[in-house]
């Protein structure tokens, strides 16, 4: 059993919106290491704009895992946090551009990060006019979502028309910001690194369940070891500098032009790693949590 120093009480929150098993692993992990952790249902807390910090400081500690499925629940749970001094991770900053596809690539793209082509647009006929530009078949994804959740290939012209009228039909202003990327031929699987901090601590291969071509653990996939090279570990480390840092998971794709980062995530689900890794990764989150506490 690992602990922290004896005269030492580290205080850590653990704000979540559904328990998952990471959630589970990170307070079993805490309590073994003798941090009183402090879980909180994001979903009925109450935030009061006029508490005073110390209230906060009291009920909370002073360092926060802010683990919200919720990317909009968790980014304003985040901000009253930080803007009361409490330090969260990931941090506001992080947390809004690992959420949002299109300021991922804008940061990918600004550090010379490869990634796949990328197109935005902000209206149906000109959806269509940047499928035609990516060629087919080419993806669609929404600008926020998680899980591979409404991401669709889009096969020929016709499919495409199908999907973006189905899209434009949607209640909601994001599902009118069309995230159209080309097609990368690769392997049935794609490569996430977990980073935290400055240290990638595992990497594995993302499988598609069959029937599927997402190769998401949570819609079924499965996870095999990956090898960490010196390519890896340089790219996951570039692609977390570029997004602000913290506990992130840097998902690759493996083309014929070499390794794209496609996507990173501010919210780390890392069940499928501990299945194939013999790395803590509850601990190691934990102990990077008291690092920038104590920093």
């Avoid at 899209?167 to 202003?173: A, D, G, I, Q, Y």
């Amino acid at each position: 059993m690992e602990k922290i120093g004896e005269n030492e009480l580290v205080k850590i929150g653990l704000f979540y919106d559904r328990v998952g098993w990471e959630e589970k692993r990170l307070e079993v992990k805490a309590k073994e290491m003798g941090i009183d952790i402090r879980p909180i249902d994001a979903k009925v807390y109450l935030l009061d704009v006029h508490v005073e910090p110390k209230t906060l400081h009291e009920e909370f500690g002073e360092v926060v895992l802010q683990r919200c499925i919720s990317h909009f629940r968790g980014l304003h749970l985040t901000a009253f946090l930080e803007s009361k001094g409490i330090k969260v991770i990931n941090s506001y900053k992080v947390a809004e551009v690992c959420g949002n596809k299109l300021l991922t690539t804008l940061q990918l793209v600004k550090s010379n990060i490869p990634t796949p082509k990328t197109i935005v647009s902000f209206t149906s006929a000109s959806a269509l006019d940047a499928v035609e530009r990516l060629g087919y078949p080419a993806v669609l994804k929404p600008v926020t979502g998680s899980w591979g959740r409404l991401v669709a290939p889009l096969k020929d012209r016709d499919t495409a028309m199908s999907i973006i009228e189905a899209r434009e039909l949607m209640n909601n202003p994001l599902s009118q910001i069309y995230y159209i990327q080309e097609y990368i031929h690769r392997p049935p699987r794609d490569i996430r690194c977990i980073v935290v901090g400055d240290e990638v601590i595992t990497a594995y291969y993302r499988y598609a369940p069959p029937g599927d071509w997402r190769t998401n653990i949570a819609r079924g996939g499965k996870a095999e070891p990956c090898k960490m090279t010196k390519e890896l570990e340089d790219l996951a480390l570039g692609a977390a500098e570029a997004v602000g840092n913290g506990v992130l998971a840097v998902d690759m794709m493996e083309s014929d032009r070499g390794i794209l980062v496609h996507e990173v995530n501010s919210r780390v689900e890392f069940r499928g790693a501990s299945s194939v890794s013999n790395v803590d990764i509850a601990k190691a989150i934990l102990e990077y949590a008291i690092r920038e506490w104590k920093r």
